[in-house]
């Protein structure tokens, strides 16, 4: 019973989130997400936006005003990110952030060697990023569906380990840092056409909250209600 209680709180909240987004703020969102149960509502909203990036971020939400402080962190943040490295695809979901540099970007095809454009992107998202410490950052690797699944996993792994290794050489924490691969598993675009696979070719960043930051945003929160 307790199980099923999660996911329709968790199926309940997808629709609100999906429904409202045209008439939400980010920070408005932050408020909202939380509510149902955390990491539980997280992978069941992720999967059906079809977006697993949504879901891990909401997995990680505070909610409430507290989510709403965070929330409009977030915000500055991303605009910081969009001004800066115009490449990447910036979304800010909830009380995180999306980025996303496919791999005409960061990599060679077949490779997991930076190239020389990767590297100036990432430098400036390392400036950032020393900007807002109280964040962690889940680097996720991708591939496209040419090859055996067992080497597109490999390969989205390598991906994934390189960018982190990079960042940490830069001065990121290493502690603020998660990698995971998930090869041709989640492809966000279509594989059918050469642009699609491309485009499937990527790495992705959440950006999310760390207790630091969720401790701080909940004492601005206290502090504003009592006025």
């Known amino acids: 019973m307790k199980t099923i209680r999660i996911l329709l709180a968790g199926v309940s909240m997808a629709a609100i989130f999906l429904a409202g987004c045209k008439t939400m703020n980010k920070s408005q969102k932050g408020a909202v997400i939380g509510a149902a149960g955390g990491?539980?509502?997280?992978a069941v909203i992720g999967k059906a936006a079809?977006?697993?990036?949504?879901?891990?971020?909401?997995g990680a939400a505070a909610g409430g005003?507290?989510?709403?402080v965070i929330g409009r962190k977030m915000d500055k943040q991303a605009e910081e990110i969009k001004k800066e490295i115009p490449d990447a695809e910036v979304v800010r979901v909830g009380e995180g952030i999306v980025i996303e540099?496919?791999?005409?970007?960061?990599?060679?095809?077949?490779?997991?060697?930076l190239t020389p454009e990767a590297k100036a992107n990432l430098d400036k998202l390392v400036v950032i990023l020393q900007k807002y410490p109280d964040t962690n950052i889940e680097v996720q690797?991708?591939?496209?569906?040419?090859?055996?699944?067992?080497?597109?996993?490999?390969?989205?792994?390598q991906r994934a380990s390189t960018v982190s290794y990079y960042l940490s050489g830069?001065?990121?924490d290493a502690s603020r840092l998660k990698i995971i691969g998930f090869g041709e598993n989640l492809p966000k675009y279509t594989n059918d056409t050469e642009d699609g696979q491309a485009q499937n070719r990527r790495v992705e960043f959440l950006i999310s909250a760390n207790e630091k930051m969720k401790?701080?945003?909940?004492?601005?929160?206290?502090?504003?209600?009592g006025k």
């Open 39 to 42: 990491a539980a509502a997280g």
């Open 50 to 58: 079809g977006n697993t990036a949504l879901g891990a971020i909401i």
């Open 65 to 68: 005003v507290t989510g709403a």
């Open 101 to 113: 540099f496919n791999s005409k970007i960061l990599f060679g095809f077949d490779q997991a060697n």
């Open 141 to 157: 690797g991708h591939t496209d569906s040419k090859g055996s699944t067992s080497y597109n996993q490999k390969l989205s792994e």
């Open 170 to 172: 830069k001065g990121i």
């Open 215 to 225: 401790a701080e945003a909940a004492k601005e929160a206290e502090k504003n209600n």
